[in-house]
């Protein structure tokens, strides 16, 4: 019986960690059932989901993959932030990483720990991945993009504007003398 859970949480897994497996790993340990509910809650708000790990076939089977160096990562319970495969998010590890941020922030704890992540086929260290609640979402990019395309347009316009402003400010002064 054992050999059948093995083989199919292998099967789960070798699902799971596919070629554009983007996740965050965090240490659960230590909070509260209401806490993880609470966090679980917030993340699939985000379209994302946390499974805890089974350390020994998940480590064989990112080894298969191509993660051969995330020992580090399974030392004691990890839990990993997805975006299933029926939704479609863009950049889960990120948003994870803010998400698990916020509630951290909300909920005045340290935990969940950030352990480490998977990102375009590499593996984040524990900095790295605690670093991605710094990049600014795809929304963010997008406006700040737009203002730098059109800051040269509104600069050039003030710049053509400018001397008839001056004239014309010169002018009323120089009416404003004349009466």
Do not use: C
Not at 116 to 128: A, N
Request: aromatic residues 6%.
């Amino acid at each position: 019986m054992t050999n059948l859970l093995n083989t199919s949480i292998v099967r789960e897994y070798e699902g799971l960690f596919s070629e554009d497996f983007d996740a965050l790993a965090v240490q659960p340990v230590g909070l509260s059932v209401e806490d993880v509910e609470d966090l679980r809650n917030q993340l699939r708000d985000e379209n994302l989901s946390m499974q805890l790990l089974r350390n020994r076939p998940a480590k064989r089977v990112l080894g298969d993959v191509g993660f051969a160096s995330v020992d580090d990562l399974f030392l004691g319970p990890v839990a990993v932030i997805f975006a299933p495969p029926d939704q479609s998010v863009d950049a889960p590890a990120i948003i994870a990483a803010k998400v698990v941020s916020a509630w951290r922030k909300k909920n005045k704890q340290e935990l969940p720990s950030i352990k480490g992540g998977f990102m375009d086929r590499r593996f984040l260290t524990m900095e790295e991945a605690e670093d991605l609640k710094r990049i600014p979402s795809r929304e963010e990019l997008l406006s700040i993009l737009a203002g730098q395309i059109v800051s040269p347009g509104r600069t050039l316009a003030a710049q053509i504007t400018a001397p008839a402003q001056r004239l014309a400010s010169q002018i009323e002064s120089h009416k404003d003398t004349l009466d």
